[in-house]
């Protein structure tokens, strides 16, 4: 873990006053002038923030018009940086308080957004998927309320299978967490790794895929992406994660 990481995270303790198991339903956006600016963000390093507003720029021009706007993270190998990514994306889009952002934990086969943030993993969307539990018992909401966290949770049996991204309940949560909300950002395991990934992809209106710089073939991005065509997902871009050292560095590109 880099000192830059170390860093971000004790900012995000400090900053964290009110997080936890507030918001219990979906809301509207709400569009406070007088929310306080995240202090998270402010502990950020000068050159990751630039890259993550670079990224955000591009997310805004490529889903400008769109009337819905989910978006996957998703990379090719295990470790590339898609919870990295989606979660710090996910607060500097809420910081901006003009827009109210959900940030899904997916990645069912190792599930870390509930770390970043401090919460309880032990129900989030599996429960949610196998009927264990209401929509609006697993709404965490974070910090000044621009940002609701759902986090993976454990499901019955730890039952993680294809069926439950493919099922009716999964679409409608999708659908219901659109319209709810301005942006729905879901991290997920890697796609050649795990099935259920390029399932839930085909539900959702955008795919970025995390590649970590000078490690992941370019056969094995290839690979990723046509597992994601096939099952007829929307590829919108790569982000090149950890281009040099520890100094993060996102480039887009549309393909
Ligand atoms: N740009 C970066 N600079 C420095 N460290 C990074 C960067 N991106 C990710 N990391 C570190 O790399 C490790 C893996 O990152 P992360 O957990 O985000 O990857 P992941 O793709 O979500 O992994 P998994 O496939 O296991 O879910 C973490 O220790 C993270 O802190
Ligand atoms: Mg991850």
């Known amino acids: 873990m880099s000192k830059i990481f170390d860093a971000l995270r004790k900012a995000e303790r ?7 198991q507030g918001n219990k339903r ?16 402010q502990g950020l390093d000068e050159d990751f923030r630039r890259s993550l507003l670079t990224l955000r ?3 805004d021009s490529e889903m400008r018009d769109k009337g819905s706007r989910v978006i996957m993270f998703t990379s090719a190998l295990p ?3 898609k ?3 989606a979660v710090f994306l996910a607060r500097m889009m809420a910081a901006n308080e003009m827009e109210k952002i959900l940030l899904v934990d997916c990645a069912v086969r190792n599930p870390q957004i509930h770390r970043f943030f401090g919460i309880s993993n032990k129900k989030g969307i599996l429960d949610y998927l196998s009927g264990e539990v209401k929509l609006s018992d697993i709404i965490n909401t974070i910090d000044e309320g621009m940002l609701d966290v759902v986090t993976a949770g454990v499901g019955r049996d730890g039952n993680i299978s294809q069926s ?14 659109a319209e709810n909300y301005d942006y729905v950002l879901i991290d997920t ?11 839930l992809g085909s539900r959702t209106d955008g795919i970025i895929l995390v590649v970590q710089a000078g ?22 871009g790569s982000v090149l994660n950890r281009k040099k050292y520890y100094i993060p560095e996102f480039i887009y590109k549309r393909v």
């Open 83 to 85: 919870t990295t990514i």
């Open 79 to 81: 470790g590339e940086g």
């Open 26 to 41: 979906f809301r509207s956006p709400k569009k406070s002038a007088d929310m306080k600016k995240d202090i998270f963000l």
């Open 189 to 199: 395991s890697s796609i050649l790794n795990a099935p259920e990934t390029s399932i």
């Open 164 to 177: 439950l991204f493919r099922s009716d309940r999964m679409e409608a949560y999708i659908g219901e967490a």
């Open 215 to 236: 490690r992941t073939k370019r056969e094995v991005i290839k690979r990723a992406v046509m597992s994601i065509n096939k099952q007829g997902g929307k590829f919108i």
């Open 57 to 59: 720029n591009s997310v």
């Open 14 to 20: 400090s900053g964290r006053k009110q997080g936890g």
